[in-house]
């Protein structure tokens, strides 16, 4: 099983891309999904996450509120290394067990979709590392589009991530996603069919 590391920073384009590497035949980890399912209510992240971060966090349904959460660690290098601690080792451990699923059930390509791959030490873990890019002005402008964030919040988001051009430097592939939805698409069927 070939193993893709989908890296990028903040609204780069990496879901859109994931999703074509789907449609090619791939498997597909998003590791913001399993964070999301890790600190549901009751289970030992969320209760760890809002003894760390306080009651506010929790939204009127009872879970986490994200985007509160995310005021509280985005810009701000301690509160999110304390974030890191609770959620990492968690999702490493559900994303290795479900590739040791998927091996065993014969797939042949899976993708780990994660913004912070290379922060987290997973390298090791993957076979190649696909990097998503896009100018700086175009990201911000597909944040703002479909997150309804401030520009604070994005500027703080993008902040907060390793640069986009450091990521590129440890890249296999470098998908740039500025263009049209076929030139990505052309562009990630080119390297699907380049793979061993």
């Known amino acids: 099983m070939i193993i893709i590391g989908l890296t990028g920073g903040f609204g780069s384009g990496k879901s859109t891309v994931a999703g074509m590497l789907q449609e090619l035949g791939a498997r597909v980890i998003d590791a913001d999904k399993v964070a999301h399912r890790l600190y549901q ?9 809002v003894r760390a971060f306080g009651r506010e966090i929790v939204g009127e349904e009872g ?4 985007k509160k959460l995310g005021r509280k660690v985005f810009g701000k290098p301690q509160a999110l290394k ?17 590739l040791e699923g998927w091996r065993g059930e014969g797939v042949k390509v899976a993708v780990v979709e994660a913004a912070l791959l290379l922060e987290a030490g997973w390298g090791p873990v993957v076979d190649q ?3 998503t890019m896009a100018p700086e002005e175009k990201v911000k402008e597909r944040v703002r589009a479909s997150q309804g964030l401030s520009k604070a919040e994005i500027e703080s988001r993008l902040a907060s991530q390793m640069p986009v051009e450091e990521k590129a430097k440890r890249a296999d592939v470098v998908i740039d996603t500025s263009g049209t939805l076929d030139q990505v698409r052309d562009e990630v069927e080119r390297q699907w069919r380049l793979m061993p």
Do not use: C, M, Y
């Not at 304390?82 to 479900?98: D, F, G, M, Y």
């Open 129 to 131: 590392v696909w990097v």
């Open 41 to 49: 209510p009751g289970t030992p992240a969320f209760d760890e996450t």
């Open 82 to 98: 304390r974030l890191n601690a609770i959620l990492h080792p968690r999702i490493s451990h559900q994303v290795k067990e479900t």
């Open 63 to 66: 879970e986490i509120d994200r």
